[in-house]
């Protein structure tokens, strides 16, 4: 899954699909396309910068930056949209314009979301967070971040059954970076094959996080090597989906990991 942001803010890949304060269609499509040849299956498209202290977007701005988005994906570019929001007119516009994937790092628990989400049929990506993206790095605490973030998915889990959304549709995410310190991070990381012992594909994003920082000195662009490296270990721990800025190292990565026999009479 190749990240593309529609946000003139975005922490690792700020504004590069912006020209002036407009968002640039063939810079967009451009880019896309790039990620396509790349490898990538899935582009998540986002509107909304989740970064601690962002300017909130109001839900006009949001439409207006996802949907032209959206749109122009669908139509042009042979990879299944995602789109990346929290809100419930979003979700639904989204799917009207053939979105294929509704990703919401607040797991749809904003009023009316997970209705929305039910009544588009698309499959959807539940993100773990403790807290809200202004005030989740202040201080993060778990008795066991497992535990809590397990916690998490099965109460979500009952909350779409609720909704009337099938088990099939739910794909499962941890949300690296998202209300975790390093160590929470690292933590979720090395076991993450626990979390993929269900019948839920587990998506992760860990391209170019914070959590790179804490063990090398580095700028989020210059953490492309460390962000394959944490990708290939995820996949190895049963992660089926990858959410990533650099989709040609992470493709290239992958291939060789899929490259190795796995038969037991090797
Ligand atoms: C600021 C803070 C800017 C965080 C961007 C981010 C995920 C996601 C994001 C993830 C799923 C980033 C994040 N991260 N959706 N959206 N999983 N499902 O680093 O980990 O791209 S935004």
């Not at 040849?37 to 601690?52: C, F, H």
């Amino acid at each position: 899954m190749g990240v593309l942001n529609v946000t003139p803010d975005s922490f690792s890949d700020g504004g590069q699909l912006y020209q002036g304060a407009a968002l640039s269609p063939s810079l967009l499509l451009k880019r896309a396309e790039q990620m396509v040849s790349d490898g990538a299956q899935l582009l998540d498209v986002g509107g909304e910068s989740t970064r601690p202290g962002a300017t909130p977007v109001s839900e006009s701005e949001e439409l207006d930056r996802v949907l032209g988005a959206v749109e122009a994906l669908t139509r042009h570019v042979d990879a299944v949209v995602s789109v990346d929001t929290s809100t419930p007119s979003v979700m639904i516009e989204s799917a009207g314009l053939g979105a294929g994937l509704l990703n919401d790092v607040r797991g749809f628990r904003r009023a009316g979301a997970l209705e929305a989400a039910s009544a588009t049929g698309l499959p959807l990506c539940i993100m773990h967070m403790q807290g809200e993206p202004d005030t989740m790095q202040q201080n993060p605490q778990y008795d066991d971040v497992m535990s809590g973030v397990r916690d998490f998915f099965n109460g979500r889990l009952s909350a779409c059954q609720a909704a009337g959304i099938s088990q099939e549709r739910i794909i499962l995410d941890p949300g690296f970076g998202f209300g975790k310190t390093a160590e929470h991070n690292f933590q979720l990381l090395a076991h993450l094959g626990d979390l993929c012992l269900t019948e839920h594909p587990i998506l992760v994003g860990l391209s170019r996080k914070s959590m790179i920082a804490s063990v090398l000195d580095k700028a989020p662009e210059e953490r492309v090597f460390a962000s394959v490296a944490l990708a290939l270990m995820a996949v190895e721990r049963g992660a089926s989906i990858v959410r990533v800025h650099d989709v040609a190292a992470t493709a290239d990565a992958l291939a060789m990991w899929s490259a190795l026999p796995r038969s037991l009479d090797r």
